[in-house]
């Protein structure tokens, strides 16, 4: 696939953000910041690019690269500034400068104070570990210096959690810069761009994540065997190195949270069976690792929805393509490595279906979320899922008016996502008799199916593959 491919929404507030700079601002000040934020390997770095390219104004775009020390990045900072397109880059020939006050007020001068100019600052989580004073120093230049010009201030970041600190109160840029959150492409994008059907925009979806590096590598109109089957043969794919490169980024090897995330990675779900799974972990260590990758948006933490509060907690990995990757591919690298990809090809297979299956419930639930007033029951506001210790009842879908501890449950609902088997009367049963079962399930609350394959009954509210895109806008 060529060219660059979606991001319309994004591309259009970076736009607007440019324009107000353009446009000026109150008191001399038409300089803005934005701290922009997204999961890595999302494609920031490449959605800045684009911008840039079709803004066609003066710009410097820095990558840092977690350097040992702060000189090494100051010299890189140095070499990027001499390469840009700013009026006075020139400023920078022969400079070293021995701290990020001098570099950045040095680029102050540099930029053009009669035409808008963008400065990008990615990965500046590398930044501010490297130096812990780079973040006030950031701030006390963007007042006194980029605010004053009509420059607009990229500041951009993998680390979740420190970059959306970054505004918090008390902290230096606090109320200096909108928020910006990059979220991997969608399923509609996914299928928009491979010309797919809707069932197998949300398959690709679940192997790639929506990630754009994946997803270039996907031929157009390709199913997901002949897309897996080169992908997986191949040691240097984006398939298979995007997940080791996302985790050697944010873990140490043999940290605990990398252990923890792997143990989850592989199918567990609750705290007892993740705490054997990562070698029998102490609790302590285990809660502390778990709270580090929620903090970092890696694991979502659940709770049962219905009207009666619960502790039985759940854990998942958040990115759909690092839950494809920890089940199949990560611990089956050797095997990639000495041409033996058709192995794990054939063990994907086998398992697709089974995995599937319950790799597509958040997806599910996320779009649901998504769809418009009106596709849903009345009164709903929230979509989880139900379940006891033992799993019985176990529920795929329930709606509320709030969560965790709703006070009214709108409906339940059971996805079934094979590709030749309809949802039938067993399934409404069997979904029937869960919803007694369920606090709050009430006979007035609506079922609903979700089904790959559609409806082989009436009296339940089906919704296809293709009606859970409706929720992504164009």
Aim: net charge neutral; charged share 25%.
């Amino acid at each position: 696939m060529d060219g660059f491919v979606g991001r319309g929404r994004e591309l259009t507030q970076l736009d607007a953000m440019l324009e107000r700079v353009r446009r000026g601002g109150r008191a001399g000040r038409p300089g803005r910041a934005l701290l922009m934020r997204g999961r890595r390997r999302v494609g920031k770095s490449r959605l800045v690019e684009e911008f840039v390219e079709r803004a066609a104004v003066p710009h410097v775009f820095f990558t840092a690269s977690a350097q040992p020390t702060v000189a090494a990045d100051l010299a890189l900072f140095v070499e990027a500034a001499v390469g840009s397109s700013l009026p006075g880059a020139h400023l920078f020939q022969g400079q070293t400068p021995q701290t990020w006050d001098a570099a950045l007020t040095l680029l102050a001068a540099a930029l053009p104070s009669d035409r808008p100019s963008v400065v990008v600052l990615d990965e500046m989580p590398y930044l501010i570990g490297t130096d812990p004073g780079f973040e006030g120093t950031l701030q006390k230049v963007f007042d006194r210096e980029f605010s004053r010009l009509p420059v607009l201030l990229i500041c951009v970041g993998s680390d979740l959690a420190m970059m959306e600190a970054l505004n918090d109160y008390g902290r230096p840029f606090h109320q200096r810069a909108t928020e910006m959150v990059v979220p991997p492409l969608s399923p509609a994008d996914v299928r928009s761009m491979l010309d797919l059907s809707a069932a197998e925009a949300f398959d690709a979806y679940l192997v790639s994540g929506g990630l754009p590096l994946i997803l270039d590598e996907w031929p157009s109109g390709a199913t997901l065997h002949d897309y897996l089957s080169g992908a997986v043969a191949d040691p240097t794919s984006a398939l298979i190195v995007s997940g080791e490169r996302a985790l050697a980024a944010e873990f140490p090897p043999q940290s605990q949270a990398g252990l923890v995330l792997r143990a989850i990675g592989s199918g567990e779900r609750t705290f007892s069976l993740i705490a054997r799974a990562a070698g029998d972990l102490p609790a302590v260590s285990l809660t502390r690792a778990l709270r580090l990758l929620a903090a970092k948006r890696m694991v979502e933490v659940s709770l049962p929805l219905s009207t009666k509060p619960s502790r039985e907690t759940r854990y998942s990995v958040a990115d759909p393509y690092l839950r494809f990757w920890l089940s199949f591919l990560g611990p089956y690298l050797p095997e990639v490595e000495r041409g033996r990809g058709d192995v794990t090809l054939a063990r994907i297979t086998s398992a697709w279906t089974s995995w599937r299956g319950r790799a597509i419930e958040p997806v599910v639930r996320e779009a649901l979320r998504r769809l418009s007033p009106g596709r849903l029951p009345d009164g709903t506001a929230e979509v989880g899922g139900y379940w006891t210790r033992t799993n019985d009842p176990e529920i795929d879908l329930v709606g509320a008016d709030r969560g965790p501890v709703a006070k009214r449950i709108t409906f339940v609902g059971s996805i079934k996502w094979l590709e030749n088997r309809p949802f039938d009367a067993h399934d409404l049963g069997r979904l029937l008799q869960h919803r007694s079962r369920l606090p709050g399930g009430d006979d007035d609350v609506v079922p609903i199916a979700v089904s790959r394959a559609g409806l082989a009954t009436d009296g339940v509210q089906g919704l296809s593959p293709e009606d859970l895109l409706a929720g992504y806008p164009d």
